[in-house]
């Protein structure tokens, strides 16, 4: 029987970033091994085929989402300041670019392992679902990975992918190529077809710490809208979202009778009892902190009040109602069934909804050291069900479109209350096409923010009139749903959404003046892909490139 080397080989790829280079590290092969001859070993095994951290920090503080308090707010770290402005980031923290790199590959070469004991053993009926797992969770983790370091994917553009791991890593100086992005979401997208007749849910105790079938076909919606494949997505999404997906999505009514507490609702968020959680991922790391008001060490960079007010919860909406102009502080409690929390005191000004909740792992109880971690909801009914309604406006079927983003309303808002009104085709026509209507929307612009910005689409098309007109509504939509997710600096890079970095050094919030623009980055900046680890670069993988006027990407 073939002898499986874990934790420390077949990770070469991840730990090419460790000073000194990978053959240092890889000198001598290390004898911590072990026999993965029976189904239990390799289940037990796929528990560390999930990454420990997340794209979702650097993700969100790239992201149209956060301004930067400005220096006269200590609580940052040069590390946020990278991320915040689309620098390299050098420095090293548990949520660190190079700490993120690894753990993706770490995971990437566990389900490679697994697989590969799979076919050792000869693929019995019995581990049909674990091989399934496992090719969900290589799919998954190379998906993270070109969501942070490639340009948004284009079919007709080569442009830089990530090295995909489809084997065990068994030599010591292996040479890896990034190839094409195209050849990535080729080889991601054969690894959902094949995993997903295979996902079964009996296979886990716990199936929502897993790739259940919900989360893999909720991952599959993901994954097609941005590869374009419009069909598919809606295919994925029914089988999901049944006839009734009101049924599916969170209760937000429920929240608010809970205990009114940040700490009691961020911990209800993230259970596994319910139906709108389709899975969820433990991290270590300050994300669960940094997405929380209660925490002032990152307090310089946040979704502050200033954000709110002008593009998100309390700015003009599609659907309606009182909007902020800086005087009605309880605008949203008047709007929105649970309504933002909002948090302002000395250090911090933040809007959020409760969905992170941060923990302490003890590692030694006399001295109370230990870990910061925190749990992520990585796929929801809610997301789905907007994913669904994006692909049918690219369908032009806009009436099932309209049917979509208006069920998650009804969610989410409360409508027919203080001038809600639903979505609908004339409704979103009205708001983003009639400028003669006091419920238009009109465009960003720098001098006066609003929640609509131009948007100029990579790789696929978006027709002025009512199909743009749906898009900004879906957009709108998504960034509500999706804030402190991560996911809008995936619509950002799609759509080429310029996204304005405010400084709110000498921000007023009862007046919201007193802000300025201190960066921009222009929808065909080639920093839209997060350059990789130094190291990384170091040990021979190609560096994304920077300075390259020349390059398909700026020239679009």
Same mark, same amino acid.
């Given at each position: 029987?073939?002898?499986?080397?874990?934790?420390?080989?077949?990770?070469?790829?991840?730990?090419?970033?460790?000073?000194?280079?990978?053959?240092?590290?890889?000198?001598?092969?290390?004898?911590?091994?072990?026999? /993965?001859? *029976? %189904? +239990?070993?390799?289940?037990?095994?796929?528990?560390? #085929?999930?990454?420990? !951290?997340? $794209?979702?920090?650097? &993700?969100?503080?790239?992201?149209?989402?956060?301004?930067?308090?400005?220096?006269?707010?200590?609580?940052?770290?040069?590390?946020?300041?990278?991320?915040?402005?689309?620098?390299?980031?050098?420095?090293?923290?548990?949520?660190?670019?190079?700490?993120?790199?690894?753990?993706?590959?770490?995971?990437?070469?566990?389900?490679?392992?697994?697989?590969?004991?799979?076919?050792? /053993?000869? *693929? %019995? +009926?019995?581990?049909?679902?674990?091989?399934?797992? #496992?090719?969900?969770? !290589?799919? $998954?983790?190379?998906? &993270?990975?070109?969501?942070?370091?490639?340009?948004?994917?284009?079919?007709?553009?080569?442009?830089?992918?990530?090295?995909?791991?489809?084997?065990?890593?068994?030599?010591?100086?292996?040479?890896?190529?990034?190839?094409?992005?195209?050849?990535?979401?080729?080889?991601?997208?054969?690894?959902?077809?094949?995993?997903?007749?295979?996902?079964?849910?009996?296979?886990?105790?716990?199936?929502?710490?897993?790739?259940?079938?919900?989360?893999?076909?909720?991952?599959?919606?993901?994954?097609?809208?941005?590869?374009?494949?419009?069909d598919k997505v809606v295919e994925y999404a029914d089988v999901i979202l049944g006839s009734n997906p009101s049924l599916l999505l969170r209760?937000?009514?429920?929240?608010?009778?809970?205990?009114?507490?940040?700490?009691?609702?961020?911990?209800?968020?993230?259970?596994?009892?319910?139906?709108?959680?389709?899975?969820?991922?433990?991290?270590?790391?300050?994300?669960?902190?940094?997405?929380?008001?209660?925490?002032?060490?990152?307090?310089?960079?946040?979704?502050?009040?200033?954000?709110?007010?002008?593009?998100?919860?309390?700015?003009?909406?599609?659907?309606?109602?009182?909007?902020?102009?800086?005087?009605?502080?309880?605008?949203?409690?008047?709007?929105?069934?649970?309504?933002?929390?909002?948090?302002?005191?000395?250090?911090?000004?933040?809007?959020?909804?409760?969905?992170?909740?941060?923990?302490?792992?003890?590692?030694?109880?006399?001295?109370?050291?230990?870990?910061?971690?925190?749990?992520?909801?990585?796929?929801?009914?809610?997301?789905?069900?907007?994913?669904?309604?994006?692909?049918?406006?690219?369908?032009?079927?806009?009436?099932?479109?309209?049917?979509?983003?208006?069920?998650?309303?009804?969610?989410?808002?409360?409508?027919?209350?203080n001038g809600v009104v639903p979505l609908t085709r004339d409704r979103i026509a009205e708001v983003y096409g009639n400028q003669a209507s006091?419920?238009?929307?009109?465009?960003?612009?720098?001098?006066?923010?609003?929640?609509?910005?131009?948007?100029?689409?990579?790789?696929?098309?978006?027709?002025?009139?009512?199909?743009?007109?749906?898009?900004?509504?879906?957009?709108?939509?998504?960034?509500?749903?999706?804030?402190?997710?991560g996911l809008r600096w995936g619509d950002v890079k799609r759509y080429g959404i310029d996204v304005v970095r405010m400084d709110l050094a000498?921000?007023?919030?009862?007046?919201?003046?007193?802000?300025?623009?201190?960066?921009?980055?222009?929808?065909?900046?080639?920093?839209?892909?997060?350059?990789?680890?130094?190291?990384?670069?170091?040990?021979?993988?190609?560096?994304?490139?920077?300075?390259?006027?020349?390059?398909?990407?700026?020239?679009?």
């Open positions: 029987m073939m002898r499986h080397r874990l934790q420390y080989i077949f990770l070469s790829l991840a730990v090419a970033f460790i000073p000194g280079g990978c053959n240092k590290f890889l000198d001598v092969l290390p004898d911590n091994r072990a026999e /993965l001859d *029976t %189904p +239990e070993k390799i289940n037990l095994m796929l528990v560390s #085929a999930y990454p420990n !951290r997340s $794209y979702v920090r650097m &993700c969100e503080l790239a992201s149209d989402n956060y301004d930067d308090a400005g220096e006269v707010n200590p609580n940052g770290g040069q590390l946020l300041e990278q991320n915040s402005y689309w620098m390299d980031m050098t420095i090293a923290d548990n949520d660190s670019n190079v700490n993120t790199w690894q753990q993706y590959y770490n995971a990437i070469g566990v389900a490679n392992t697994a697989l590969q004991a799979i076919e050792d /053993l000869g *693929t %019995p +009926e019995s581990l049909l679902s674990a091989k399934g797992e #496992a090719l969900m969770c !290589r799919a $998954y983790a190379h998906f &993270c990975l070109t969501m942070l370091y490639c340009l948004p994917y284009h079919p007709e553009k080569d442009y830089l992918g990530i090295p995909y791991m489809d084997k065990p890593e068994t030599t010591l100086n292996p040479k890896y190529s990034r190839g094409s992005l195209s050849h990535v979401y080729e080889n991601i997208a054969r690894d959902i077809e094949e995993a997903l007749p295979l996902i079964e849910d009996s296979h886990y105790a716990i199936p929502k710490y897993h790739f259940n079938r919900q989360a893999a076909y909720a991952f599959a919606t993901r994954f097609y809208l941005y590869y374009m494949k419009w209760d937000w009514a429920a929240v608010r009778n809970l205990t009114f507490s940040v700490t009691e609702r961020a911990r209800d968020y993230i259970s596994p009892s319910h139906r709108f959680n389709f899975m969820m991922i433990p991290l270590y790391g300050a994300t669960g902190n940094l997405m929380n008001p209660w925490d002032g060490s990152a307090a310089r960079f946040m979704q502050m009040m200033r954000v709110s007010k002008q593009e998100l919860f309390r700015s003009k909406r599609p659907m309606g109602g009182p909007y902020d102009t800086g005087r009605d502080n309880q605008s949203d409690e008047k709007v929105y069934i649970h309504p933002p929390l909002n948090w302002n005191d000395n250090i911090t000004n933040k809007t959020f909804q409760p969905k992170w909740y941060p923990q302490w792992e003890v590692s030694d109880p006399v001295t109370g050291t230990g870990y910061l971690r925190c749990t992520f909801v990585a796929f929801t009914a809610n997301e789905v069900l907007l994913n669904r309604a994006e692909a049918y406006i690219h369908l032009k079927n806009y009436d099932a479109a309209v049917n979509d983003m208006l069920t998650w309303e009804k969610s989410y808002y409360k409508v027919g209350e006091p419920d238009y929307i009109a465009e960003y612009t720098v001098d006066r923010p609003t929640s609509r910005k131009r948007i100029v689409p990579h790789g696929f098309t978006v027709e002025p009139g009512e199909q743009e007109n749906m898009v900004q509504c879906l957009l709108y939509c998504r960034r509500i749903e999706t804030l402190g997710d000498n921000y007023r919030d009862e007046t919201t003046t007193g802000y300025r623009v201190s960066a921009t980055l222009p929808y065909n900046d080639l920093r839209r892909a997060f350059q990789l680890p130094q190291d990384v670069i170091a040990s021979g993988i190609e560096e994304n490139p920077r300075d390259d006027y020349s390059h398909p990407f700026v020239q679009q």
